[in-house]
């Protein structure tokens, strides 16, 4: 199962940024979180990772509490082009093993 | 780099039938995984390869469906007989070796294949 709790769905208004949360209460202190996303009709699409540090990308901002227990990915302005659904996953870095996706947060960007 | 590839785009079959899927990954990537992905919900891991071993085939319905990587490059994943509840898009991705390429060991997904069964 995910070890992960995201919203089903958020809205967003183009231009604005959008702040999707998770949950990753359990994580452990060799696990990271990643962020993909998956547009309608393709395939899921890596955007950041990060460990515990803020970390930035010409996609998206992660922001990651202290305690590591909650993450905040940032899509500073947000365009029609970013509808999608968002999956925030933990995984320990660099393992070959899979990605355990949830069922992430349908992010509806509106003009 | 040209990315990864799956064949057929739709397929439409009736119950009982079989049918199957192709994958060619990411050129020198080693690692292929394919995940079912059911309406609504997130893509769920069938079978992970190492090169041409299975590392993973876990929850994999081995009744039906069946997967192979020849040569460690291409693979295919065929079902049969298929089912209704096996509607879904099936998804390829790779990764490469994270020792060797420095990478973080993403995941690359193909376009997937989608499955009606009927």
């Known amino acids: 199962d995910a070890k992960t709790t995201q919203p089903p769905s958020m809205d967003c208004a183009e231009g604005r940024a959008a702040n999707l949360p998770c949950n990753h209460s359990?994580?452990?202190?060799?696990?990271?979180v990643y962020w993909y996303r998956q547009i309608h009709s393709q395939g899921p699409q890596y955007i950041i990772h990060g460990l515990k540090n803020n970390e930035t990308n010409e996609m998206a901002s992660l922001i990651i509490t202290e305690d590591r227990k909650s993450s905040t990915l940032i899509l500073p302005h947000a365009t029609l082009r970013d509808t999608a659904v968002y999956y925030c996953?933990?995984?320990?870095?660099?393992?070959?093993?899979?990605?355990?996706f949830g069922k992430g947060t349908k992010l509806s960007v509106k003009p | 780099e040209a990315g990864v590839a799956q064949s057929p785009r739709y397929k439409i079959i009736e119950k009982r039938q079989s049918v199957a899927f192709w994958c060619n990954p990411i050129?020198?990537?080693?690692?292929l995984y394919w995940y079912q992905q059911i309406l609504g919900q997130g893509p769920k891991l069938l079978i992970q390869f190492q090169n041409n071993g299975v590392v993973d085939d876990s929850q994999l319905p081995k009744d039906r469906f069946s997967a192979e990587r020849l040569k460690g490059v291409d693979s295919t994943l065929k079902i049969q007989p298929a089912k209704l509840e096996d509607s879904a898009v099936y998804l390829c991705?790779?990764?490469?070796?994270?020792?060797?390429?420095?990478?973080?060991?993403?995941?690359?997904f193909g376009e997937g294949s989608r499955l009606t069964v009927l």
């Open positions: 050129s020198g990537h080693a690692t």
């Open positions: 996953i933990v995984r320990v870095r660099g393992s070959q093993g899979n990605l355990i």
């Open positions: 359990t994580i452990s202190g060799n696990e990271y």
């Open positions: 991705a790779s990764s490469p070796r994270v020792r060797t390429s420095g990478r973080t060991g993403e995941l690359f």
